[in-house]
Every structure is written in structure tokens, then in C-alpha cells.
């Protein structure tokens, strides 16, 4: 693959699987009693854990193949050890991450924040 | 067990084929599919793959192959061929998939890999325009062959 670029991801765990954000199109998160809930600039996701932040993860462009068999828009593919991460079109996340927002929790954050002290790590 | 296609290519009896008409014959189900040889980099022992949600049958998932992406297709499953015994011994087979200008590395998971064959153009009966390119008839068996080019974004 071409046109691989090292980039700040926030990884995620999500249905058991690894899932990054590039952290430019992340807001904030905040914590639900039932996981995350990651704030984009274009609507949320929920995810199960945040692991942390890494830093200058490469990340490969998901290229035809995959869009071909995968109905979901990608933002990249990466490795974290052997483990392959798909990472997210912030503007179009997979189904499985849209959130099910309830009353009492749709409303975003009053302001942004930066994120909290168990996401500055990698896993 | 990687085996590169020079590796592969050397257990081939009688004289050395054009390249284009070299092929590596392959179980899928119950098919036997000749792979041009040209398109495959490697072999491997199947490869752990993490499947994604929702995706179509044809695409085992992701995994990792040199330290980069790779995403892997069950390949009878593409070919719509019907489940042959459990194999022994699955591999991924690592080949260029695309058109020339821009192909891009997939893993074909297979049943096995049996051997190197030659297949002269003039012996293919046209089959269309996907991804099986034809079928031959190789020791009494019919074999389909594939095209690996048109394995992308359409078609």
C-alpha cells in the first residue's frame, strides 16, 4: 500500500476489536455507565475501553479490496504489534460504533476538555 | 513455511514455460483454481485474521503480514464454490490483486496449495470478464483460472 503517513490515533476497544480515531477529529470524551462515549467533530461514538493515544502510528490507506467488501467508509488501516486497527472515518463511522443515545445522555459536553489522565498511555 | 513463486516455480517438471502461462493451482472448496503466477508473492500458513463486522462472506478480515495491513479473502467463498473437506493444512496465499497500475497486496485464504502448472493461453476456454478468466481441463480435471486484475474496487 501507498501513501502511508504516521499519525496521533486514539485507539479504542470496541466488540473486541482494536479501533483508532485520528485525534485531530476527537472533542472530548467522557465516560458512560456503560463504556465511552467519544466525541467527534461530526456526531459521537460509543466504544467499550479508550486505551490511550499513540503517537506517529503509521497508518496505511484502506485501498480497493476492502471498500469492495466492506460496506463501511475507512479512514486507514494500521498495526499495533500484529494486530491490525481499522480506523475510523470520523465523518462516517462504522455501524457498530453508532451510539444509542438515551435522553439523559445526548446532549455534548458544555465545552471540550482534553482527555483524561487513563488515555495519555498506550496499551 | 513461506514460499516465494522462484521456489515455487523451480518443482515444476519439463521446460521452462513463459511466464505468463505459469500458474499456481490451488484448492478452494471443492474447485481447483489456477492463480497466475506472476500475481503471487508468497505463501503462508493461514494467517489469524480479525474478522469486521458486518462484512461480506467473502472477506475473511484483516491481518497483519510484514508489519502492514493486509486484508483477506476467502477465496471459495469469492469463487462461490462449495465447501470441501476440512483442509489440513489452509494457507494464505499473498498475491497482487488490481490492475497493474495499481494493485495492492490481498491475502487469498485456500484449502491448499497443490502445484506449479503450466497453462497455455491458446488452452483456456474464455469464461468472461471477472474474476474467473476461463477454465482448462488439466489431467483429466477441469481447473477455472483466474484473474486476479479485476479483483478490486469494481467488477
Request: charged residues 20%; aromatic residues 4%; proline residues 8%.
Amino acid at each position: 500500500m501507498n501513501g502511508v503517513s504516521g499519525e496521533r490515533v486514539l485507539l479504542l476497544r470496541h466488540q473486541g476489536r482494536l479501533w483508532g480515531v485520528l485525534h485531530d477529529a476527537v472533542r472530548t470524551v467522557t465516560r458512560g455507565h456503560d463504556g465511552f462515549r467519544v466525541w467527534l467533530r461530526e456526531g459521537d461514538i460509543t466504544a467499550d475501553h479508550v486505551l490511550g493515544v499513540i503517537e506517529d502510528l503509521r497508518v496505511w490507506p484502506a485501498d480497493g479490496v476492502l471498500a469492495r467488501f466492506w460496506g463501511e467508509k475507512v479512514g486507514g488501516l494500521a498495526i499495533l504489534g500484529t494486530t491490525p486497527v481499522v480506523v475510523v472515518d470520523p465523518s462516517s463511522p462504522p455501524a457498530i460504533f453508532r451510539s444509542v443515545s438515551g435522553p439523559e445522555s445526548s446532549a455534548e459536553p458544555a465545552s471540550d476538555s482534553d482527555l483524561g489522565p487513563d488515555m495519555g498511555k498506550t496499551p | 513455511m513461506p514460499v516465494s513463486p522462484a521456489d515455487t516455480a523451480a518443482g515444476q517438471s519439463g521446460g521452462v514455460a513463459p511466464a505468463d502461462d505459469r500458474y499456481l493451482l490451488v484448492q478452494a472448496g471443492d474447485e481447483k483454481c489456477a492463480l497466475p503466477l506472476d500475481r503471487v508473492r508468497r505463501i503462508v500458513r493461514s494467517l489469524s485474521v480479525t474478522p469486521l463486522p458486518g462484512a461480506s462472506a467473502e472477506l475473511k478480515g484483516l491481518a497483519e503480514f510484514g508489519g502492514e495491513p493486509l486484508t483477506v479473502l476467502d477465496f471459495s467463498r469469492l469463487l462461490g464454490a462449495a465447501p470441501g473437506a476440512s483442509p489440513a493444512y489452509p494457507v494464505t496465499v499473498i498475491a497482487w490483486a488490481g490492475p497493474d497500475e495499481s494493485h495492492e497486496l490481498v491475502g487469498l485464504q485456500v484449502d491448499a496449495v497443490l502445484e506449479v502448472v503450466s497453462v497455455p493461453a491458446d488452452n483456456i476456454a474464455a469464461g468472461g470478464d471477472g474474476i474467473v478468466r476461463g477454465d482448462v481441463s488439466l489431467g483429466g480435471e477441469p481447473v477455472r483460472v483466474i484473474s486476479l486484475s479485476v479483483l478490486g474496487s469494481v467488477g
